[in-house]
Structure formats: C-alpha cells, structure tokens
T-cell receptor
Framework: SQQGEEDPQALSIQEGENATMNCSYK?????LQWYRQNSGRGLVHLIL?????REKHSGRLRVTLDTSKKSSSLLITASRAADTASYFC????????FGAGTRLTVKP | GAVVSQHPSWVICKSGTSVKIECRSL??????MFWYRQFPKQSLMLMAT?????????EQGVEKDKFLINHASLTLSTLTVTSAHPEDSSFYIC??????????FGPGTRLTVL
C-alpha cells in the first residue's frame, strides 16, 4: 500500500521559478527520501532526511520535515526544463513505501 | 552509489506466455531485493520483498503464484510473470540493498502483453 499523498499531483511552472512539492505520510518514520523519475525511466535518489532533522539542502534542492505533522516538502529553486519529471517521497529503508508523486513540468 | 541492473529493459509478449525479469546487483551483495510495479502516471507499488535463500514475502493483493520471485544468490533475483495477460502490462522496478544499508533501484523493465 502507498504511504501517503503528494501535493500537488501536477505542477507546471516557467523556467527560473521555484517549485514546491509536499508529501504527507501516515506512520512513524526513521527517515524520508525524495526521488525523481523521468518518464518511463528508473528512479534517481535526490535526498534523504532523517527524522531528527528539520531541513536539508543539496544544491538547488531544499527538503523540510515536520514529524509532528507527518509531512515533508521539496523545494527546487531556479527550476530548469531538465527538472521536468515526477517526484516521489518514500519512507522506510527496507520495504520502501512511495507517495503518489507530483508531476512537474518546467516550461522553457 | 551502487549499481543495480535489470534485464530486459523492455519486453513484449503474447497473452498466456511467461516472462522472466532479472535484477542484478553489480558491485555489492544484496541480502534483500524488492520488486515494485508502476502503472502509467501512478506511483510505485511494492509487490514483494525477497531475502537471499528464502521465500519472498508478498504484499497483500499480489498473487504469489502469478508473480514468482526467486532470490537464489546475493546478486540476482528474478521475477517471473506467469501466464501473462494484458492487465499485467506495467513497468516493473527492482531494488536491492545490503543489510541495513541504502536501497538502490534498477532502471526498470517495461512489460507489454498483447
């Protein structure tokens, strides 16, 4: 079964704008991960945030985690057309459970 | 990061035939492998978890007799879709991990059943 929901399901922005995606989960976690998937391709690991962390940065990516609200957000700054993909959050290190995903389209 | 490969990357088969998909960990020993299924524009759904040398644990609603999983070695797991039907057409993704370590995903296999 899926762990939670991503919000929004789809997002369309212009190049250079920031994109924010949210993820909610249902159970207690030790960590949460964000992945990117280009259409018809495998998953690319973006970032892992542990349950005792509130914010983490990696390049143009910023992830926040609010364990009290069971939610996380992924911010992509200064978006590029190449960022067009689906983005998923996932919980668990073992049998990983994925959210529904956000389809991001960045228009050049 | 570690590399996980899948073979084939895509396969087309006739209804009623069986298809085998291989998942290999190329530079590490995968004590556990996972199989996911993804329908178009949907998320990944965990199908089963397999530990080397033991029977796979299937998620609720996944038919173990239809989706045969073998994890005979620390670098190879196979998923066999038996008597495939058009509704089995999907993107199948495996992942692998060493004990307590990060999980690495394969590139996926696109199955189309005619």
């Amino acid at each position: 079964s899926q762990q939670g929901e991503e919000d929004p399901q789809a997002l369309s922005i212009q190049e250079g704008e920031n994109a924010t995606m949210n993820c909610s989960y249902k159970t207690s976690i030790n960590n949460l991960q964000w992945y990117r998937q280009n259409s018809g391709r495998g998953l690319v690991h973006l970032i892992l945030i542990r349950s005792n962390e509130r914010e983490k940065h990696s390049g143009r990516l910023r992830v926040t985690l609010d364990t009290s609200k069971k939610s996380s957000s992924l911010l992509i700054t200064a978006s590029r057309a190449a960022d067009t993909a689906s983005y998923f959050c996932a919980t668990g290190l073992g049998d990983m459970r994925f959210g529904a995903g956000t389809r991001l389209t960045v228009k050049p | 990061g570690a590399v996980v490969s899948q073979h084939p990357s895509w396969v087309i088969c006739k209804s009623g035939t069986s298809v085998k998909i291989e998942c290999r960990s190329l530079d590490f020993q995968a004590t556990t492998m996972f199989w996911y299924r993804q329908f178009p524009k949907q998320s990944l759904m965990l199908m089963a978890t397999s530990n080397e040398g033991s029977k796979a644990t299937y998620e609720q609603g996944v038919e173990k007799d239809k989706f045969l999983i073998n994890h005979a070695s620390l670098t190879l797991s196979t998923l066999t879709v038996t008597s495939a039907h058009p509704e089995d057409s999907s993107f199948y993704i495996c992942s692998a991990r060493e004990t307590y370590n990060e999980q690495f995903f394969g590139p996926g296999t696109r199955l189309t059943v005619l």
